[in-house]
């Protein structure tokens, strides 16, 4: 069973501070992988996607990716209260579809 | 506004009636996906097109849950004989290929009472 596993939150954080979600996936061979951010009630927008160990980099928010432990990370700094919100973590492995976590719900309190 | 377009936004629909939701891709978009979504779950996969081809359908999915994307284009889902279960937001997405981004549409909010 191929799983994606995400703290589901609620994740309280200042404004202002770094905020960082984690996400670990089971299947090896998943390469690439993505962020999606959901406000209630909305669909799921992507916020970023990162294929390579390491950090990638969009405005205040990096994506960190380790493959040998098996997990993701997305870091965003200077949180704002916009960034309110829950955010998905998918896996793509090497078949056909995404593989989704449930999502963490953060909170920036002002 | 190039994005996936879902229509309608909301169905609201009484138990046993047949209900179908439309999904238009990016155009040039091979892949297609369409999920499920209840509060505070991910997304739930239903099926996925790759062009004109279904190529996945979830083994949750009841019988009576059918996708269709003729042409390789549009896609539709059809729930017949819906039931208060069937309840939630669907979701249809795509991608340029395997393995790349995909992007939602904004979703079907289906309410069976």
Redesign the interface.
């Known amino acids: 069973q191929k799983e994606?596993e995400q703290n589901?939150g609620p994740l309280s954080v200042p404004e202002g501070a770094i905020a960082s979600l984690n996400c670990t996936y089971s299947d090896r061979g998943s390469?690439?992988f993505?962020w999606?951010r959901q406000y209630s009630g909305?669909?799921?927008?992507?916020i970023m996607?990162i294929y390579s160990n390491g950090d990638k980099e969009d405005g205040r928010f990096t994506a960190q990716l380790n493959k040998a432990s098996q997990y993701v990370s997305l870091l965003i700094r200077d949180s704002q209260p916009s960034d309110s919100a829950t955010y998905?973590c998918?896996a793509?492995t090497s078949g056909?579809?995404?593989i989704?976590?449930?999502?963490t719900k953060l909170i920036i309190k002002p | 506004d190039t994005g996936v377009s879902q229509d309608p936004r909301h169905k609201i629909t009484k138990r046993g009636q047949n209900v179908t939701f439309r999904c238009d891709p990016i155009s040039e978009h091979n892949r297609l996906y369409w999920y499920r979504q209840t509060l505070g779950q991910g997304p739930e996969f239903l099926t996925y097109f790759q062009n004109e081809a279904q190529l996945e359908k979830s083994r949750l999915l009841s019988d009576r849950f059918s996708a269709e994307r003729p042409k390789g284009s549009f896609s539709t889902l059809e729930i017949q004989r819906t039931e208060q279960g069937d309840s939630a937001m669907y979701l249809c997405a795509s991608s340029r290929n395997q393995g790349a981004e995909a992007f939602f549409g904004q979703g079907t909010r289906l309410t069976v009472v």
Do not use: C, I, T
């Not at chain 1, 909305?42 to 992507?46: A, T, V």
């Open positions: 994606v589901s390469q690439s993505f999606y909305k669909s799921p927008e992507l996607f998905l998918a793509g056909y579809q995404l989704w976590g449930a999502g």
